[in-house]
């Protein structure tokens, strides 16, 4: 079985300001990790997901997340935040053997962008 | 680029009565889900559907809920006598099944019971 905790419920930051936004997952299996981006009144949108290989993947808009198995953890951060960057993010991970496994989600974090 | 579905985008419901969310998930996809957020939690696995029969589900899809593939396009979640603690977004996800690959999200369905 798998859990994810996200740290943070919410994060306020500065518009141009760094954010990391904290996940840390728990498992018996290896597993694919995912971060997805929810913004209002949207669907859950694909960020970035790590699979295999460099620990540093990068994703959509700037995002890029680390991947460290002895912390089993797997933050996201971005360098310089947008306005537009305010939305619900969302961490999941999903069994490595199961080809349609199910995700399974942390509580989210809400990111607020301030001017 | 292709794109899960739902209909309706909001629906509000007074409780006891019966329910269909339907969903076009991406052509040629093979796995099948649904998943639900209540306002201000994190989203929750219900059920995952393969090669016309459900492969998971969770303690939340008891037997008020079923799933359906009527045709080779839609999949259906009902829900058979709606309750108040049903008020949730619905979410349709699919998935190509090749390991690794992404699960796309529909927009949602919003579901109001009164």
């Known amino acids: 079985a798998q859990s994810v905790t996200q740290l943070d419920s919410q994060v306020p930051v500065f518009e141009e300001a760094p954010v990391e936004l904290r996940c840390n997952y728990s498992?018996?299996?290896?597993?694919?990790l995912f971060w997805y981006v929810q913004y209002p009144n949207q669907g859950l949108q694909l960020l970035l997901k790590y699979l295999s290989g460099s620990t540093l993947v990068k994703g959509i808009n700037g995002f890029e997340a680390e991947f460290n198995k002895s912390q089993t953890s797997f933050h996201l951060r971005k360098p310089s935040v947008h306005i537009s960057d305010t939305a619900e993010y969302f961490c999941?991970?999903?069994?490595?053997?199961?080809?349609?496994?199910?995700?399974?989600f942390g509580q989210g974090t809400e990111l607020s962008v301030k001017p | 680029e292709p794109e899960v579905t739902q209909t309706p985008s909001h629906q509000v419901t007074q409780m006891g009565q019966e329910v269909i969310l339907r969903c076009v998930p991406i052509s040629n996809h093979l796995y099948f889900y649904w998943y639900r957020q209540i306002l201000g939690q994190k989203v929750e696995f219900l059920v995952s559907?393969?090669?016309?029969?459900?492969?998971?589900k969770s303690e939340i899809f008891d037997d008020q809920f079923s799933v359906e593939r009527p045709d080779g396009s839609n999949f259906t979640l009902k829900i058979r006598s709606t309750k108040l603690e049903d008020s949730a977004m619905y979410f349709c996800?699919?998935?190509?099944?090749?390991?690794?690959?992404?699960?796309?999200f529909g927009e949602g369905s919003w579901l109001t019971v009164v």
């Open positions: 559907f393969y090669n016309n029969e459900i492969s998971e």
């Open positions: 498992s018996s299996v290896s597993v694919y």
């Open positions: 999941a991970v999903r069994g490595f053997y199961n080809q349609g496994g199910k995700l399974i």
């Open positions: 996800a699919s998935n190509a099944g090749v390991s690794g690959n992404t699960i796309y």
